[in-house]
């Protein structure tokens, strides 16, 4: 069954810290998401990669950045952590080869973040 | 612009009544597609149907049937007989062209069915 595994459900971390969100797809997809989700906006795109350190920003990457060494890992880093990024963070995964009317996009669980 | 509007951003039904809920685009695109995630309280998206632009025909499963016209730039998604477990938030998203990922997305409809 295809997995996205984001390493953190639920994170409450203080003003100015680093903060480092893990995703993990087995699905060997090319490409994957991170995207922020609050009440009443849907979902924003912050970065997205198509490619082993390749990186391209979304809608709103002010205040983040991203990483992605291996393929399957894809991490979404706030370097200096404050209260307006309290959020659920979701990443997703696809592959550019998709057939069928089926799924095309596969979502984690979500990390619930609180910055303090 | 590209745009997704979910204008309800809350439902109350009693269970076993039908429920809509509306989602309006717009895109200038020609080639494109329409999504609907369900979001349990869980946190998780479920994929509930991908349509292309090209495909204007209703689609029923089970309980669950959509509503595409492109005349009115409208997807429109409808449960009937809700259940309880039908409550969720329930997205519409638009792809940005022709491709299968890079999506737009409306606000979300958070439908309660009531026992």
């Known amino acids: 069954d295809v997995k996205v595994t984001q390493s953190s459900r639920y994170l409450v971390k203080r003003t100015g810290e680093k903060v480092f969100l893990e995703c993990v797809q087995d699905?060997?997809?090319?490409?994957m998401f991170w995207y922020r989700q609050d009440p009443g906006l849907g979902l924003r795109l912050i970065y997205f990669?198509?490619?082993?350190?390749?990186?391209e920003k979304g809608d709103i990457p002010e205040g983040y950045s991203v990483s992605r060494e291996k393929k399957e890992r894809f991490s979404l880093i706030l370097e200096s952590a404050s209260t307006n990024q309290t959020s659920m963070y979701l990443c997703?995964?696809?592959?550019?080869?998709?057939?069928?009317?089926?799924?095309?996009?596969?979502f984690g669980e979500g990390s619930w973040l609180t910055v303090v | 612009a590209q745009k997704v509007t979910q204008a309800q951003t809350e439902i109350s039904v009693v269970e076993k009544e039908d429920v809509t809920l509306d989602c309006v685009y717009e895109?200038?695109?020609?080639?494109?597609?329409l999504f609907w995630y369900k979001q349990p309280p869980s946190g998780e998206l479920v994929f509930l149907i991908r349509?292309?632009?090209?495909d204007e025909q209703n689609e029923i499963s089970g309980r669950y049937s959509w509503n595409f016209q492109k005349s009115t730039s409208s997807f429109n998604f409808t449960i009937t007989a809700s259940q309880v477990v039908d409550s969720a938030v329930y997205f519409c998203?638009?792809?940005?062209?022709?491709?299968?990922?890079?999506?737009?997305w409306g606000a979300g409809t958070k439908l309660i069915i009531k026992p």
């Open positions: 990669s198509y490619d082993v350190k390749m990186k």
């Open positions: 699905m060997d997809h090319e490409n």
């Open positions: 895109t200038r695109d020609t080639t494109y597609y």
């Open positions: 997703a995964s696809t592959t550019f080869y998709w057939t069928g009317d089926g799924n095309t996009i596969y």
């Open positions: 349509r292309n632009s090209f």
């Open positions: 998203a638009l792809s940005r062209g022709s491709s299968n990922y890079q999506l737009i």
